[in-house]
């Protein structure tokens, strides 16, 4: 993880402090009792960034905190203090609920789903921590985001465009391919073989919260 608490020099912080409390720390955190963080893990991170507004940011961080702590998230999570002077909305700091590995679609999916039965349905975005290295911020570097209220995923390119997604393996494609073979010297553009269903198109009017540092 990013930044992490063995590295800031403030592992001490009382597990009970608030972060709109705390100045003299620009983040707290929490691990779960079995997490492991290694070199070897770090390019594979990634995570759920969760941006609030600084009165309800106590409440919510106790929430995350509370339900990684208790293994049912991810490896660990940390909040921007009040001290936290970053780039961005300075009226918000973000949660940022990390998963061993950003290629595991369905863990950061299982995360997800398990942050709106914790009751948080607002937009939410995911980015690697790998970005978060490269001095990467904004919408634009997530590489998924989810609506609000909801549990879709959309996958994006990291850039705030769709990303290509793969061809489905139903029956449907499966029919496709057999009526392609069928008719070899028809001429197929490319939007034939493979048009973006709904959901995807959906992913153009998705939006991440906006966003202050989450380094």
């Known amino acids: 993880m990013h930044t992490r608490a063995t590295q800031t020099g403030h592992t001490h912080t009382p597990a009970h402090a608030e972060p709109s409390a705390v100045t003299d720390s620009p983040w707290l955190w929490a691990t779960t009792p079995h997490s492991r963080d290694t070199d070897a893990d770090a390019a594979a991170y ?112 990291g850039k705030g465009r769709p990303a290509a997604q793969p061809h489905p393996k139903g029956s449907a494609h499966r029919q496709r391919i057999h009526s392609t073979k069928r008719s070899r010297s028809q001429r197929t553009t490319p939007t034939d073989a493979a048009r973006p269903t709904d959901s995807i198109m959906e992913a153009e009017s998705a939006r991440a919260p906006a966003h202050t540092s989450d380094t």
């Open 46 to 157: 990634g995570k759920w960034l969760w941006f609030l507004p600084v009165r309800a940011l106590d409440a919510g961080w106790q929430l995350v905190k509370a339900a990684v702590e208790a293994g049912h998230l991810g490896p660990g999570t940390k909040v921007a203090t009040l001290g936290n002077g970053s780039r961005g909305d300075p009226t918000r700091r973000p949660v940022i609920i990390y998963t061993v590995n950003h290629h595991d679609e369905d863990d950061v999916l299982r995360v997800l789903v398990a942050l709106r039965a914790l009751g948080i349905n607002d937009a939410l975005a995911y980015k690697t921590d790998e970005a978060t290295k490269r001095g990467e911020y904004g919408d634009l570097t997530s590489i998924y985001t989810s609506p609000a209220g909801t549990t879709k995923l959309i996958r994006r390119d």
